[in-house]
């Protein structure tokens, strides 16, 4: 018995001894993990992001252009385009997918989803793994892709430290959007704002369930699960996630079965800096930024990005009338080239597309567009070829992908080519350019600089300069109501006029002609009708009244910067200057004679909404209030009875076929008050036409890239066919979208007017005024 107790206390003392040998390791275990822990957050497995990093994640933020009335026009990036968005800008459907596809505890844990860990333990990972929301997060933000050697643990590991941090930094709200903020969703739709907007062109709130939760479905692998080259499998993986809605209860049965019917249904709309909305305006707004970055350092004397800061450009740029801009120019411009494409066949014009040079000209002129092109200066600079080498490169054949209006839409196709005749092929087509501004704030409100960016990346806006034709000859009549106090109704001899040798700078006599020739003389004109027609010789005995030099002046105050000689020929519109001078000169006419400089940009701010940058209007008070008004009212006349008057009529088409055809948008029948003037330069090669209403002034160019590309004759060379109807075509749809405001009263008339405007009220004269359109406004350098 003694010998069974003996063994009885020794079985009992080995037991011991294991329940012991138990604890040492139980407790040696939970020391361990808890040193691991303390290691990895000590950053002894590695680097590890410290508080200050937690509050301000090092993510690349794109630079958001906003418009005036709150759309993205667009934005600045390299390779993240990335714009974040709050918890309250998520869809609740965005919301419900996530938790119930990626961590269906996320409310219940603190940053390790216990439950789950251990089942991944226990069942080696078969029955889903244990990432929370935050681990991922905090893998997103610190810890970068998994690497498959033995460092993928302590990988692991630091991803639960920095998940348990994450949980106490912010709210699970803020670890939400975070986590929907940093994810690559692939075709540049770096977060959940760009892919939304990308993928189905909404902002993320608007998504409904099943564009929800195929965004969520490609969580588990963009790249794979990408929609325009894996349709079937993203189809199949927004069911699945459709299927984890319906079994958490956040969706029912029948929906659910409803839902996974569908197609994806995606309305793809690539963002990128070639696409888009106010393209040409974005290309300014890339210069005008990195010349504010250059001026305004940040606090610690570092460099603003412009592609990572996440910057907020606030512009004046109406996303409504920009768009209805552009619908009007690639309405227009399609019909325009289809003629000018009909006027140049090779039977018509063996030069095409040139008119009046010779085949050595047009050699010298290709030769030297080749020396200029970026290809030339990618092959010399980037891949050091020698010039030789360069030169032949543009008589040989490449394939390449090009530019053309296909059913009246711009569009492109794949064709094979020699550089030297695509260059030559370009210069075919006529180029647009457009601005339109709120002549009382300065703020631009649409800026087309072509037809198409990512062809034609030459602004017309503010880089192109052009011959301006009689949109030149308002400053001129302005000059001299100021000067002389003239009236509208003032008359002068439509006759054969001379500037003699010597006087106002001329070398030689200038005798300028009317369009009409030798035989379009004869009587007196009033001012009005003069301006309404274009009567260069009426024009001529202006300036030579007041003199250049004075109408150079005005045009400096009216904030024209480019070179105007002071020569008489300037009356018919000689200097070249750029659509965005004009518009600025003219809008001083519709804001009482105050020059108010044309603002693009209202704010800038940085990442967290800290204002950097606010303008301070710049105006200039530069005619009195009664000479802008007087000047207006004779531009008034130019759509009542002159070169304009086809925006009020109705039924030219009858006798003037090209009104239809190729005057889009015809007729216009604006009843409102409207001042413009149209221009036409030598040899039809720029059509201008300026319009204004009260709150609203727009200005139109269209012309060839050469001088020498051009309309044979003035039928469809004429400033009133090539760019009025663009102005027409704008203005329908802004007057149409009522909440635009536009105005269609009449310009407010001084308090004091002293200058007789009412024609009909004058005595003892005779008016001439046969009310036709039909004398085009042409210069002559004769």
């Not at 209006?405 to 075919?428: A, L, N």
């Not at 301070?616 to 008004?629: I, R």
């Not at 139109?700 to 009133?720: C, D, L, M, N, P």
Request: charged share 25%; with cysteine.
């Amino acid at each position: 018995m003694a010998k069974a107790k003996k063994k009885q206390a020794k079985a009992s003392q080995d037991f011991s001894k294991y329940i012991r040998w138990f604890w040492i390791l139980f407790s040696g275990g939970i020391l361990t993990v808890i040193l691991i822990f303390l290691a990895a957050s000590w950053g002894w497995l590695g680097e590890m992001p410290d508080h200050t990093q937690l509050e301000n994640p090092k993510t690349h933020l794109a630079t958001e252009i906003i418009s005036a009335d709150g759309e993205t026009l667009g934005k600045f990036y390299f390779n993240d385009n990335r714009t974040p968005v709050g918890y309250d800008d998520l869809s609740q459907h965005l919301v419900d997918a996530l938790i119930a596809t990626e961590d269906a505890r996320f409310h219940e844990h603190s940053g390790i989803d216990a439950r789950g860990t251990l089942r991944a333990f226990a069942f080696l990972g078969k029955r889903g793994g244990a990432s929370t929301i935050s681990q991922q997060l905090a893998r997103q933000l610190f810890i970068g892709v998994r690497s498959k050697k033995l460092d993928k643990y302590t990988q692991k590991i630091k991803e639960w430290v920095i998940a348990t941090r994450l949980e106490r930094q912010y709210t699970k709200e803020e670890i939400m959007a975070q986590y929907f903020n940093i994810y690559d969703f692939g075709n540049n739709g770096d977060g959940i704002r760009s892919a939304s907007r990308i993928y189905f062109d909404k902002e993320p709130i608007d998504l409904d369930i099943k564009e929800a939760a195929m965004l969520v479905g490609m969580f588990v692998n963009s790249s794979l699960y990408n929609p325009r080259r894996n349709s079937v499998g993203v189809k199949n993986r927004r069911n699945v996630v459709l299927s984890q809605m319906e079994k958490y209860g956040y969706i029912t049965e029948t929906i659910k079965d409803s839902l996974q019917k569908t197609d994806l249904d995606l309305n793809y709309t690539p963002q990128s800096h070639r696409d888009g909305i106010a393209t040409y305006f974005r290309g300014y707004l890339s210069g005008f930024m990195k010349d504010w970055i250059n001026k305004n350092p940040k606090p610690d004397g570092t460099k603003y990005s412009l592609y990572n800061d996440g910057l907020k450009i606030y512009t004046t740029i109406d996303s409504r009338m920009q768009k209805y801009a552009e619908d009007a120019v690639q309405q227009h411009m399609p019909r325009l080239q289809a003629e000018f494409f009909h006027q140049n066949t090779p039977d018509r014009n063996p030069t095409a597309p040139f008119l009046d040079l010779t085949k050595g000209a047009i050699d010298t002129l290709l030769r030297n567009s080749m020396r200029q092109s970026e290809r030339r200066r990618h092959m010399k600079y980037d891949l050091k070829k020698t010039d030789k080498e360069i030169e032949a490169s543009f008589y040989k054949p490449v394939q390449m992908t090009v530019f053309e209006w296909k059913d009246g839409k711009p569009s492109e196709r794949d064709t094979i080519m020699k550089p030297i005749d695509s260059i030559r092929y370009y210069k075919s087509f006529l180029r647009p350019g457009m601005m339109s501004m709120n002549p009382q704030t300065g703020h631009v409100k649409a800026w087309v600089g072509g037809m198409n960016y990512r062809h034609f990346q030459y602004d017309m806006v503010k880089q192109g300069k052009r011959q301006i034709g009689s949109t030149f000859k308002p400053l001129v009549y302005a000059t001299a109501i100021d000067q002389l106090h003239l009236s509208p109704c003032d008359e002068f001899p439509d006759t054969p006029f001379c500037i003699e040798a010597n006087k106002h700078g001329n070398v030689k006599e200038w005798c300028p002609k009317n369009s009409g020739g030798d035989n379009d003389y004869g009587g007196n004109r009033t001012l009005k009708n003069a301006l309404a027609n274009s009567v260069n010789t009426i024009t001529a005995r202006l300036i030579d009244k007041v003199g250049p030099q004075t109408v150079v002046d005005l045009a400096r105050k009216l904030g024209i910067e480019s070179d105007i000689p002071p020569v008489p020929s300037i009356a018919l519109g000689t200097p070249d200057l750029s659509v965005y001078e004009m518009v600025g000169a003219y809008s001083t006419f519709a804001n009482k004679g105050v020059y108010t400089k044309p603002v693009m940009v209202t704010s800038i701010e940085d990442k967290n909404g800290t204002i950097l940058y606010q303008f301070t209007p710049e105006t200039n008070d530069v005619l009195s209030e009664e000479t802008a008004y007087v000047t207006v009212k004779l531009m008034e006349g130019v759509t009542q009875s002159g070169s304009g008057a086809r925006l009020r009529t109705k039924g030219a088409d009858a006798y003037r076929p090209d009104y239809r055809e190729v005057v889009t948008g015809y007729p216009y029948e604006f009843e409102n008050p409207i001042a413009g003037k149209t221009g036409t330069t030598q040899n039809q090669s720029d059509g201008w036409f300026m319009g204004m209403v009260p709150n609203l002034v727009t200005g139109v160019w269209v012309g060839g890239e050469e001088r020498s590309i051009h309309f044979k004759s003035i039928t469809y060379g004429q400033g009133a066919a090539m760019a009025l109807p663009i102005w027409g075509v704008y203005m329908k749809s802004c007057y149409a979208d009522e909440t635009l405001n536009i105005s269609k009263a009449d310009f407010e008339e001084p308090t004091n007017l002293s200058i007789l405007v009412d024609c009909s009220k004058a005595k003892d004269k005779t008016v001439i005024d046969d009310g036709s359109d039909a004398i085009p406004d042409d210069l002559d350098f004769n």
